[in-house]
């Protein structure tokens, strides 16, 4: 399973972009990348899902290079609510995915 | 809606007793699995089953066996409870062609 590696935290304010990036320098061909979000006291939500190049939806966008190594969860314009904690998973879903820990995202007025 | 639920949000056990948390979903997904989390320590898979009465180790199975008898409903049991066992309990389910897994809310267990 390919493992995967984000910033711990990141701090924002309100009205702000946010980037978090996530490497996983073993992906194997078949893997997708998903991101997940997680409030305190509740299951994580899936947010994006991408293959390659780009995917958005009404919530974030998700940038993969050509080689997929990394990939960017970007958040436009961020409210208090976006604080969480964001987990980029690498795999295919209906079989094991790896966690880890996430990035502790604090967004502040 | 895919709905997912967990039979308790907060339980308390004593040491040494058998738990039982049940996970139920209505949206006829073959997979399902069961994660702890805790504490800087992330989310980590138990077991999981992808098909009824079918069930595979993940990483860390030791001191917990599971029950699927019917596609909806995965079961979670602890044979006798320990401290250490205090966790956040998170049941999860996906389709086979699906790649997004749906949580349920979470049952916090504290062993005392």
């Known amino acids: 399973l390919a493992k995967t590696t984000q910033p711990i935290s990141m701090d924002s304010y309100e009205g702000q972009e946010v980037n978090i990036t996530c490497s996983h320098n073993?992906?194997?061909?078949?893997?997708?990348i998903t991101w997940y979000q997680q409030f305190p006291s509740q299951g994580p939500r899936f947010i994006i899902q991408?293959?390659?190049t780009k995917v958005t939806n009404e919530v974030a966008s998700l940038f993969i290079p050509a080689d997929r190594k990394s990939s960017t969860l970007s958040l436009p314009r961020v409210s208090l609510s976006d604080t969480a904690v964001y987990y980029c998973?690498?795999?295919?879903?209906?079989?094991?995915?790896?966690f880890g820990t996430g990035t502790r995202l604090l967004v502040s007025p | 809606d895919v709905k997912v639920t967990q039979s308790s949000r907060y339980l308390v056990k004593r040491t040494g007793e058998k738990v039982f948390l049940e996970c139920v979903q209505d949206?006829?997904?073959?997979?399902m699995f069961w994660y702890r989390q805790d504490p800087g320590l992330g989310l980590r898979l138990i077991y999981f089953?992808?098909?009824?009465?079918?069930?595979e180790k993940g990483d860390i199975p030791e001191g917990y066996s599971v029950s699927r008898e019917k596609k909806e409903r995965f079961s979670l049991i602890l044979e006798s409870a320990s401290t250490n066992q205090t966790s956040m309990y998170l049941c999860?389910?996906?389709?086979?062609?699906?790649?997004?897994?749906?949580f349920g809310p979470g049952t916090r267990l504290t062993v005392t």
């Open positions: 999860a389910s996906t389709s086979t062609r699906g790649y997004e897994q749906y």
């Open positions: 073993n992906i194997a061909t078949n893997d997708y």
């Open positions: 991408g293959y390659k």
């Open positions: 998973l690498v795999g295919t879903g209906f079989q094991k995915l790896v």
């Open positions: 949206m006829d997904h073959e997979n």
């Open positions: 089953s992808y098909d009824v009465k079918m069930k």
